[in-house]
């Protein structure tokens, strides 16, 4: 089993800028893909952004509404996911997850991960 622990939610005003940082408590085994999420009330849970495994890490993909203002990035020496935020718009504002999917080399943004944080919320108003 794969926990995975979410930190760097808050508040910040339009236009402000959050990051998040993801990083597992236990470790998976062999190479893992990791994607961030976002679910806000009354919506489906949908992707944000993904990235490959850590031999794959140069693969990203990002939905349409956060492309050129959102970045997903891993440090593999401190298996650490981090997803930087900037420009945010009040529509961002949901809870942040992000997700693990083992011996894999890239997954994509399909809600299909097998482990998934517990989650961090994210509120951006003025």
């Known amino acids: 089993q794969v926990q995975l622990v979410e930190s760097g939610g808050g508040s910040a005003q339009p236009g402000g800028s959050l990051r998040l940082s993801c990083a597992p408590v236990?470790?998976?085994?062999?190479?893992?893909?990791m994607a961030w999420f976002r679910q806000a009330p009354g919506k489906e849970r949908e992707g944000v952004a993904a990235?490959?495994?850590?031999?794959?890490?140069?693969?990203?993909m990002y939905a349409d509404s956060v492309k050129g203002r959102f970045t997903i990035s891993r440090d593999n020496t401190n298996n650490t996911l981090y997803l930087q935020m900037n420009n945010l718009k009040p529509q961002d504002t949901a809870m942040y997850y992000c997700?693990?999917?083992?011996?894999?080399?890239?997954?994509?943004?399909?809600?299909?991960?097998?482990?998934w944080g517990q989650g961090t919320q994210v509120t951006v108003s003025s």
């Open positions: 990235i490959g495994s850590t031999q794959n890490s140069g693969t990203t």
């Open positions: 997700a693990a999917e083992t011996f894999c080399w890239f997954h994509g943004l399909s809600p299909t991960y097998n482990f």
């Open positions: 236990t470790f998976p085994r062999g190479d893992y893909c």
